[in-house]
């Protein structure tokens, strides 16, 4: 399926660069190159089967754990375990393998005697391990149900800043002002008929894009209202960092892994 799709994505992105160049806008021809370079990637790593899966999740992980270490201020024990398991669990057989993991998390800073910040860092830290791990699904699904879901939710954002410009409505939250309800109307339409295109069209995988990616996008919101900061990152073009990428497959992904 993900080869046979393959020659529609590579239209798709050229019909759109075409329209994001005329545009002149400089955020979206970011965007676009940005999507440019990471589709090949994408589509190749889950070509190649499990291990392939494996390498893209570890590495996404990696990135993601050090983005949001950074962004909710631990420490460096702390932030060194974190990305380390975030790297090597998609090549371990099991989740439960993450169960050691979360407890030397949780135990670090009661180690250090770290009585002024030790309960935040505590929360943070075993939290991020638990809002990252789900990456670890694009190893164990199927290449199939892994690629749409990935295909699903990257439209879903497109449709869903499409959407929010042009139907509007009230406010989805206030942890995000700038996104509306039809922003989400949007974006699960354009989810969902992925879905259905690919025949991986389920009632988990529909809520998964549908509720889980918009859900995705305002808890990473939430985290950096907190920290008072724009973005998690200001590396990759157009978008700031990495989690402000996958925010929204991070929490897709773990709707799938957790409901049967």
Do not use: N
């Not at 590579?10 to 676009?32: D, F, K, P, T, Y």
């Not at 974190?82 to 439960?96: C, E, I, K, Q, W």
């Amino acid at each position: 399926m993900i080869l046979e799709t393959a020659p529609f994505l590579a239209g798709a992105l050229g019909a759109s660069g075409v329209a994001v160049w005329v545009s002149h806008r400089r955020e979206l021809i970011q965007r676009w190159l940005t999507w440019a370079v990471a589709a090949p990637v994408v589509t190749l790593a889950l070509l190649v089967g499990p291990m392939g899966a494996a390498a893209l999740a570890g590495a996404l992980g990696l990135v993601c754990a050090a983005e949001y270490a950074r962004l909710v201020r631990l420490r460096a024990p702390e932030t060194l375990i974190l990305a380390g398991a975030a790297a090597v669990l998609p090549f371990l057989p099991t989740p439960l393998t993450a169960a050691p993991v979360l407890l030397a998390l949780a135990l670090t800073p009661v180690l250090q005697g770290d009585a002024e910040d030790g309960g935040r860092r505590a929360a943070y830290s075993v939290f991020g391990l638990l809002w990252i791990a789900p990456l670890s699904a694009l190893a164990t699904l199927a290449p199939a149900t892994a690629f749409a879901l990935v295909l699903a939710v990257a439209l879903a954002d497109v449709c869903a800043w499409c959407g929010g410009r042009l139907l509007g409505g009230p406010a989805l939250s206030p942890l995000s002002p700038a996104k509306t309800w039809g922003g989400v109307a949007g974006g699960a339409a354009g989810g969902l008929t992925v879905l259905l295109l690919l025949g991986e069209f389920t009632p988990v995988t529909a809520l998964a894009v549908a509720a889980g990616a918009p859900l995705g996008d305002l808890l990473e919101s939430m985290l950096k209202r907190g920290a008072k900061v724009k973005d998690a990152g200001t590396w990759l073009p157009g978008f700031g960092g990495l989690l402000d990428r996958v925010d929204s497959l991070l929490v897709a992904l773990a709707v799938v892994v957790v409901l049967p």
